[in-house]
């Protein structure tokens, strides 16, 4: 059984993974928390003894500052704190680097996001065949576990396509994945998680897999209004995502899409920010002569996605729609989730955004902790049974809820 927990990263969505182990550390043992900047480690400790969330008080709570691009540090970091399971929630340009330390000292690895290169946008697909699967032999070699995209989306979606194989359905046709959030942060423009990362996402083309092929589109090209549980009829643009370059290649179906929920002031804003260059990820030179990244100014300009949590209202839904076929007939489910931004901030100081994507990487560590998940290889989450990961989810406070119908019947399964 492994234990002993080695966060890295201090962001919003670490804060929900820190509270979260921190419920389970009877389980997972002591919690060290890292990052570049150590005050924004013990604020996150901080908030955990705030909220009483520490469920053992015997076990250790504790920072450390480290740079993880700095692969051997890193490795040494691990060995240090007699770290067992590596839960990576800082940038996604660190990946690589975090998975390399896993893999000197033995380490499982977990991450919520695909790894991106700082000077690449919307590489060629499938993404995880340009880094993370270039290690799926090291890993196998050496028998780390290491668990891909643990996250919400990526992640619990990810479970949810393998849920809907293993219970639902014989054949599937298509996957819609839908991710939309009808809250309120009351700023006048804000990102829910890094600016950086959110804006790379739908600054090239969109790459989507239908009729089993790779598809080119341009962003926000195509919309739809779906009507969802709980929070009603939202407007959704197809996008692409990480989690369609590890579906296409594990799940049977002909289309798997992924759709996003935009307001109007949103298209609007980011369409001025494109248009005139300064969601750019190339450096430029001012009349200074200072050389300026205007992405990142971009980013440093806007308020901490963390910041957002306190005064948040309203609710998120994220599911898939998937169709197929069940014993010869047309079966459709929506498998989805939904979470509330007050709820959410009374338990752990968090927003839903960052309380989707933190839970599930606190699941994935206890998984491994108890055996359930310990594989000792390379996955992505719909490669492992996901019924004890959705078991795990409802009692650690995301929920699934199932909408069927099959031949013009419907009913809901809670």
Not at 133 to 148: F, N, S
Not at 320 to 349: M, P, R, S, W
Request: aromatic share 8%.
């Amino acid at each position: 059984m492994k234990n002993n927990i080695l966060i890295i990263g201090a962001g919003g969505v670490a804060n929900v993974v820190a509270h979260k182990c921190a419920q389970y550390n009877d389980v997972l043992g002591d919690i060290c928390i890292a990052s570049r900047t150590s005050s924004k480690c013990d604020a996150i400790i901080d908030s955990v003894h705030r909220k009483n969330n520490l469920k053992d008080s015997s076990k250790a709570l504790y920072s450390r500052q480290i740079d993880a691009m700095d692969i051997d540090a890193t490795a040494k970091l691990i060995e240090d704190t007699h770290s067992e399971i590596v839960i990576n929630v800082g940038s996604p340009f660190i990946n690589m680097s975090v998975l390399q330390a896993c893999l000197k000292t033995g380490a499982a690895y977990i991450d919520t996001a695909i790894h991106e290169d700082p000077d690449k946008i919307c590489e060629n697909p499938p993404w995880y065949a340009n880094y993370e699967w270039k290690y799926l032999d090291a890993c196998k070699k050496t028998g780390l576990t290491a668990i891909l995209g643990a996250g919400f989306d990526p992640g619990v979606v990810n479970a949810y396509c393998a849920y809907a194989v293993k219970h639902y359905f014989d054949t599937i046709d298509s996957i819609d994945i839908m991710d939309v959030n009808a809250g309120d942060h009351g700023k006048y423009f804000a990102t829910n998680f890094d600016p950086e990362i959110n804006f790379r996402e739908f600054t090239g083309q969109v790459w989507t897999w239908i009729e089993g092929k790779w598809v080119s589109k341009a962003v926000h090209s195509e919309k739809q209004n779906f009507i969802f549980p709980v929070v009603g009829e939202q407007t959704i643009y197809l996008t692409g995502h990480d989690e369609l370059h590890s579906l296409s290649k594990n799940i049977k179906a002909d289309t798997i899409r992924f759709w996003m929920g935009f307001g109007d002031h949103y298209i609007n804003c980011f369409n001025v920010l494109k248009n005139i260059g300064l969601l750019s990820e190339q450096p430029v030179t001012t009349a200074e002569g200072l050389e300026v990244v205007p992405l990142k100014v971009v980013k440093a300009c806007l308020p901490d996605p963390a910041s957002l949590a306190e005064n948040y209202t309203g609710k998120t839904c994220i599911g898939n729609l998937v169709k197929g076929k069940k014993n010869g007939k047309e079966k459709e489910i929506f498998i989805y989730n939904t979470c509330d931004h007050k709820a959410c901030y009374e338990e752990v100081e968090s927003q839903a955004i960052s309380y989707t994507a933190g839970v599930p990487a606190a699941a994935t560590a206890i998984l491994i902790a108890n055996e359930s998940w310990d594989v000792k290889h390379m996955v992505n989450v719909e490669e492992l049974d996901p019924d004890p990961f959705i078991e795990l989810l409802d009692k650690m406070g995301l929920s699934t809820e199932v909408t069927q119908s099959s031949s013009g019947e419907e009913k809901r399964e809670d």
